[in-house]
Each structure stands twice: as C-alpha cells, then as structure tokens.
C-alpha cells in the first residue's frame, strides 16, 4: 500500500511493486513548498477529478495513475472503500493534487502539515 512521507524538504509518496507497475514509477517527490492544502476524506470518491490518463483501474476497488482536468492533472494511488490524504498541490509540483490511501491517513495528514508549516510554505490550518 502507498505511504506518504516527508524527508527533507520534499513530500514521497513511496509505492508498493504492484503500484509501481501501475503508476509506470518508483516513487513520487514533490517539494513541500507545493503543498497548498491537506485533507482526510472518508468518501474516497470525493477526491477524485477529471478522466483517468494512464492508469489502472478496477472501479470499485483501486486506482493508479494520473487523472487529467480542466485544472491540470492529479496522481492518485487509492484503493476503495478506505479513506484518503487529499494533498492539493500549487504551481512548483507537476501535479495539481495528490490522492492516497494511506494506511494511517491522519498521521500522514498531520506529519504533511507539521513539516509545511515548519518550513514556511503553507497556510496555517487548524
């Protein structure tokens, strides 16, 4: 299952092997001054926008890939029905929103906003 993890000043999303193959990558680094907002959604399906681009999808039990919208274009690794981290991400990332199932969605939602707001780079949630 994918993790999120913050080291250093980028934000990883590390991938299991059948991810992986999915995402056609290793692992995903975006830097925490891109983090815009964070959010734990219980209704995975909230998180999701626009058409899949590449992509595996088994509706109704997981997604990985890149879907594209008017917006720009947003990497998701989810398997339903668990909830998501929503990381909306702004112009340094190459992707407008990260959506992952997380196996400790609120500690990894936490920690994403502990480390962007020690460095600076994010609004100051609640």
Do not use: C
Not at 57 to 76: I, K, Q
Not at 94 to 115: C, G, K, N, Q, Y
């Amino acid at each position: 299952m994918a993790r999120l993890q913050v080291k250093g000043d980028d934000l990883v999303v590390r991938l299991s092997a059948a991810e992986r193959l999915g995402a056609r990558r290793r692992r995903l680094r975006v830097p925490l001054a891109a983090v815009e907002d964070v959010a734990v959604m219980e209704d995975w399906w909230r998180a999701l926008r626009g058409e899949p681009e590449t992509a595996v999808w088994l509706p109704g039990n997981y997604f990985v890939g890149v879907r594209r919208h008017p917006r720009g274009r947003d990497f998701a690794v989810m398997r339903m029905p668990r909830p998501v981290v929503s990381v909306d991400l702004g112009p340094l990332s190459p992707f407008a929103r990260l959506v992952v199932s997380d196996p400790h969605p609120e500690a990894a939602a936490s920690a994403i906003r502990t480390a962007a707001r020690e460095r600076g780079a994010a609004p100051q949630w609640p």
